[in-house]
């Protein structure tokens, strides 16, 4: 008899743990990066407002979602800390801490691999760290270009924006080793995989352009002409268009996948980073470093449909204040 019930207790938690997992897919979590106050804000997608802080590592800047493990991970810019949180989305909770070598900046997850790639564009080795995320714990490096900023993955590729030397790094991620390097002639910052005809987009800082390059050749297929100083991207393969936000202007630029042209200029925040695009209800996030808020566009129409406020950051001289946005 007890030992009928104990299984019925099992089932009933990862019952639970099913439905909690579900629900939380449902309304959708934004997690958003704050390098001043070294807290990452988590936002209910279904209230658009503020339900949750959490304190991670000093100067937290790129976010990743790991869906299939329930997990999120936030780097830790700062020289003195240097390294990557891993938050559990059911508890919203930090479970591990990972060192990683100096100034990390972005993480790119591989699930299905068990592995993680973080950048690191003010060290001098000019390598990512590579992390077991199964043992949470670092496993190797990978030597790419100079000032690695941004990665994506798609297929058994990782693409790896150089922003030192004007390049793209190209990883198999079956072994870790470089297969090769595409110049794009422009400073690469933020990158996005477009499903379509595989291509990955790269916001090119300098020339104020996205980098079109073709994912099955590796090389660089059309420029797409956007605002000011874009640095950031995000793709919404449902409508096919791409988000970029252009820090330079206060504004995102939307273009149709389809034909590569831009198709609106919305106006944001002050200097706005990360964007993030949750497709199944049809809205775009946005972290403007500048007025520390998120802007939160409907993309049935292209227009910001509302301001969720984080709060007032800590004084730093040296950090400003939102900087990475991810939807889980």
Known sequence: MKTREFLLCILMVLLWQGYAHDVLALTHRVYVSNIASNTVSVIDASENRVVM???????????????????????????????????????????????????PMHIAVNSAEGIAYVTHPENKENALSVI???????????????????????????????????????????????????????????????PLKKRVFVAGQENNAVIVIDAENDVVSGTIPVGEEPWYIDINPAQNRA?????????????????????????????????????????????NYGDHDVSIINTRNNTVIETVEI?????????GSLWGVAVF
């Open 53 to 103: 802080t959490i304190d991670t590592g000093a100067w937290p800047t790129g976010v990743a979602v790991d869906r299939n493990a329930g997990r999120v991970y936030v780097v830790n810019s700062r020289y003195g800390d240097s390294s990557v949180s891993v938050i559990d989305i059911i508890g919203n909770k930090i479970i591990s801490t990972i060192k990683v070598a100096n100034n």
């Open 132 to 194: 077991n995320i199964k043992k949470n714990m670092l496993a190797g490096r990978i030597k790419v270009g100079s000032e690695a900023f941004h990665m994506v993955i798609t297929g058994e590729k990782l693409y790896v924006s150089n922003s030192g030397d004007k390049s793209v790094s190209v990883i198999n991620t079956a072994n870790n080793k470089v297969m090769g390097t595409i110049n794009v002639d422009d400073r690469p910052l933020g990158m996005a995989v477009c």
């Open 243 to 287: 988000y970029v936000s252009n820090r330079g202007e206060n504004t995102v630029t939307v273009i149709n996948t389809l034909n590569n042209s831009v198709t609106a200029t919305i106006k944001v925040g002050r200097e706005p980073l990360g964007v993030a695009v949750a497709s199944s209800i049809k809205r775009a996030y946005v972290a």
């Open 311 to 319: 709060g007032a950051p800590l004084y730093s001289r040296h950090s």
